[in-house]
């Protein structure tokens, strides 16, 4: 493992707290200062034991063009959601509907772990696929109607849309 400079701690340190803080004033939906303060003290706390643990990113993510990237890949996401769920309910509606389920693998270029487990959890949340399993660069895959068994041809279908977007921000 690699050591981390003061900055890089520093960085993952306040990047934490804020988000951890954000988290807890979503969730209390108080502005009492007894709750901030409280809210304030365990963020800080966690921030200050995860600094090792928090590998995601620093204070880089912030950047205006991958915020800008985050964005879009929330819109990329909600389509393939939506298109996804149409296409199961549509399977469930009429059985007749041919499916061939099974397990597809595809490489990934993504060299980050955070960044796979973003991918993972985007294909997964997508109704149809779910991801069974990923070793090193490689994603294997549970597809409700497998259309190819071409690792190519699955990434392109499955994640490319992600992944495109997932390697501007990361």
């Not at 929330?74 to 298109?83: G, M, S, T, Y």
């Not at 499916?99 to 990934?108: E, H, L, Q, R």
């Amino acid at each position: 493992m690699q050591s981390l400079t003061f900055n890089q701690k520093l960085g993952r340190f306040i990047l934490n707290w804020i988000l951890l803080m954000l988290v807890w004033l979503m969730f209390t939906s108080t502005l009492f200062w007894q709750e901030v303060l409280v809210g304030a003290v365990v963020s800080m706390l966690l921030s200050l034991a995860s600094i090792r643990i928090f590998t995601c990113c620093d204070f880089s993510i912030l950047r205006p063009d991958r915020i800008f990237w985050m964005i879009w890949y929330f819109f990329v996401f909600i389509k393939a959601l939506v298109v996804a769920n149409f296409d199961v309910a549509r399977r469930v509606i009429s059985p007749s509907l041919p499916i061939n389920p099974g397990i597809v693998k595809f490489k990934t270029k993504l060299k980050t772990n955070y960044s796979k487990m973003v991918l993972a959890n985007s294909i997964t949340l997508t109704p149809g696929t779910l991801s069974v399993d990923v070793v090193g660069d490689t994603f294997y895959i549970h597809w409700i109607d497998v259309e190819t068994t071409d690792p190519e041809e699955a990434f392109k279908i499955i994640a490319e849309p992600f992944e495109k977007i997932l390697l501007k921000i990361f």
